[in-house]
């Protein structure tokens, strides 16, 4: 099924008219998007737009041949009629259009229409409208789609469910579309996506045929001071898979209610479907081969519970064994992040930047800590440093 996509923003466009926030003033050039609008085998033609005739021709199409228009945005002007172009269908059920392909509209939990389209060569389309999700599961008989198009950005969770129920599979090709400006364009965008195995592409590209999903970086370190968003944005890492396991390592403090806030909020804003572990103990689920991902926050938190651990804290227990026993934890944790063959993304601050601690053991943590960092980072794919919400990549 060839897809041209001759607009890939959100409903305004990108950049929003007489919007003046930072994300749309860095929207020139090739980060221009034009509303969604599909072009399906040259003959269908989804959430055509006021006027998709310039559009089209900027991607070196024509619409001469389009013979059938579905409805891409609930209450949009995709929902009336185009000059030169047949009227928008709204099918009540599936039906085969005279193009060849099948259509099946889904009932979705937002108002407005998504389509399941399957190709006269077999291949299944499934698009969803800006911010919305199937009110239910999508899966019809037969295979996974073979391509999604939807809101990749702002709805992740809906590309989970679609993994969770079987719709989408490990050969989807994912496409991000309904791009606006809550997501920077550029090395961040990609960076997000590739971590949801999608990707996006410029308004006028032709897709082609599908070739299987984005390839996600398998282990992750994300560093950042403290508030600095690292928690948050490796949460947005795994927000699109179907199941996480929350590693949270920092346990439970009697008494201290502050600390107990803190673990209060990480917890509510995590995805229902992921399971929390509170645990230092990473070894065994490094070593489990077929677990979800693992989302660890963080290793300065368990580097803490090993120091504890080995006596690193009295200055006679460290000299006589302790900082030998603390390499070899580090080091155990660092063949554990090379053998693992689950998906990982773990948090650590970034420490030592500023004033030196006062204290022999503050001095010992900031460089156990370093040091760790360090062999960690020495093992994963991708390594991304988080300061003031801005997401650098390293590696």
């Known amino acids: 099924m060839d897809v041209t996509l001759l607009g890939t923003g959100g409903p305004a466009g990108l950049p929003r008219p007489g919007c003046p926030c930072a994300c749309c003033a860095r929207a020139v050039g090739e980060h221009v998007r034009a509303p969604t609008s599909v072009l399906v085998d040259g003959v269908l033609l989804i959430g ?23 409805p891409g945005r609930p209450g949009g002007p995709g929902n009336a009629a185009v000059p030169g172009l047949p009227p928008p269908l709204r099918p009540d059920g599936p039906e085969r259009l005279p193009t060849g392909h099948r259509v099946r509209p889904l009932r979705l939990d937002r108002p407005g229409t998504g389509w399941d389209i399957t190709g006269p060569d077999g291949t299944r389309l499934l698009y969803l409208p800006s911010g919305s999700g199937p009110a ?18 702002g709805r992740p969770d809906v590309l989970a469910r679609l ?9 989807t ?44 970086p398998r282990r992750t370190l994300v560093l950042g001071g403290a508030r600095s968003g690292k928690s948050l944005e490796a949460e947005r890492r795994l927000a699109a898979a179907a199941e996480v396991h929350y590693v949270a390592t920092g346990g439970r403090r009697g008494g201290d209610r502050e600390w107990g806030d ?3 909020a990480h917890r509510e804003r995590r995805p229902p479907g992921w399971t929390t572990l509170e645990t230092c ?27 504890d651990s080995v006596g690193a804290w009295d200055d006679h227990a460290w000299r006589e064994g302790g900082e030998q026993a603390l390499a070899e934890r580090t080091g ?6 090379r053998h693992t063959r689950r998906t990982v993304v773990a948090v650590s601050n970034e420490a030592g930047s500023g004033v030196v601690p006062a204290t022999a053991s503050g001095r010992r943590f900031r460089d156990a800590l370093g040091r760790l960092n360090a062999a960690v980072a020495a093992e994963c794919e991708q390594v991304l440093l988080v300061t003031a919400g801005i997401v650098q990549r390293l590696r």
Not at 56 to 70: C, D, K, N, P
Not at 136 to 153: E, H, K, M, N, Y
């Open 136 to 153: 239910t599961s999508v899966t019809a008989p037969g295979p996974p789609f073979d391509r999604c198009l939807l809101d990749v950005t």
């Open 332 to 337: 155990a944790l660092a063949a554990a992040l």
């Open 48 to 70: 055509p737009g006021p006027d998709p005739w310039p559009a089209a021709a900027r991607a070196g199409r024509s619409l001469a041949s389009v013979r059938q228009v579905l």
């Open 262 to 264: 803190r673990i209060a």
């Open 163 to 171: 993994r969770a129920t079987g719709a989408a599979g490990p050969a």
């Open 173 to 216: 090709d994912v496409l991000a579309v309904h791009l606006d400006h809550d997501m920077p364009p550029g090395p961040g965008l990609t960076g997000r996506l590739s971590a949801a195995g999608a990707r996006a592409l410029p308004d006028g590209s032709t897709a082609g045929p599908a070739d299987g999903a984005t390839a996600a």
């Open 281 to 307: 103990d990473l070894l065994p689920l490094l070593a489990r081969g077929d677990g979800p991902p693992l989302l660890v926050d963080c290793l300065a938190l368990w580097l803490t519970d090993a120091m």
